[in-house]
C-alpha cells in the first residue's frame, strides 16, 4: 500500500484528512505534532506551520 503522510496546519487538516481518506478510502490517522524538530514543519498546502500529521499508516 502506498505511504501518504500530509503535514497540515489548523486551518486545513479537514482538507488532509479529505485528501487522505479519497486516496485510501480509509479513515486516516492524525497525529499532532509535539517535538521541536517537527515544529518547524510547514503545512503541505500554505506556508503556515504544520500542527498535524496525516497518514495512513
Ligand atoms: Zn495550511
Redesign the pocket.
Known sequence: MEKIRIN?????IY?ALDEVTAKTENFPDMEKIYTEEELSTV??????A?IYVVSNT
Open positions: 497540515s496546519c489548523e486551518t486545513h482538507r503545512c503541505d498546502y500554505c506556508a503556515q504544520a
